[in-house]
Nanobody
Framework: QLQLVESGGGLVQPGGSLRLSCEATLGYYTIGWFRQAPGQAREGVSAIGENDSKTRYADSVKGRFTISRDNAKHMVILQMNNLKPEDTAVYYC????????????????WGQGTQVTVSS
């Protein structure tokens, strides 16, 4: 059974960087990162295919966030640079058997989330 655990969240000033990790109990799944800000719907941020050949990014994070994976470690990394206050949210990773997508219904397992706060 696929289980996911996020880590790496925290408080950072605008313009700063954070590195989120998603560790899976099993490898070779598509992994997606989603986020949910208070009072807002959850939205897709980035996703990566099982063999690292396909990636997706939300327009709001293109050029600032980079997704990568280490299949040997069953880990996916979301490197977040030039963070903005509007990036503040709980970030979740999710796993599924499909091409990288922001369709939440395709994902079969979700982590518990990690808080990211961007504030001066």
């Amino acid at each position: 059974q696929l289980q996911l655990v996020e880590s790496g969240g925290g408080l950072v000033q605008p313009g700063g960087s954070l590195r989120l990790s998603c560790e899976a109990t099993l490898g070779y799944y598509t992994i997606g990162w989603f986020r949910q800000a208070p009072g807002q719907a959850r939205e897709g941020v980035s996703a990566i295919g099982e063999n690292d050949s396909k990636t997706r990014y939300a327009d709001s994070v293109k050029g600032r966030f980079t997704i990568s994976r280490d299949n040997a470690k069953h880990m996916v990394i979301l490197q977040m640079n030039n963070l903005k206050p509007e990036d503040t949210a709980v970030y979740y990773c999710a796993g599924g058997y499909h091409a990288p997508s922001f369709d939440e219904e395709l994902y079969i397992s979700w982590g518990q989330g990690t808080q990211v706060t961007v504030s001066s």
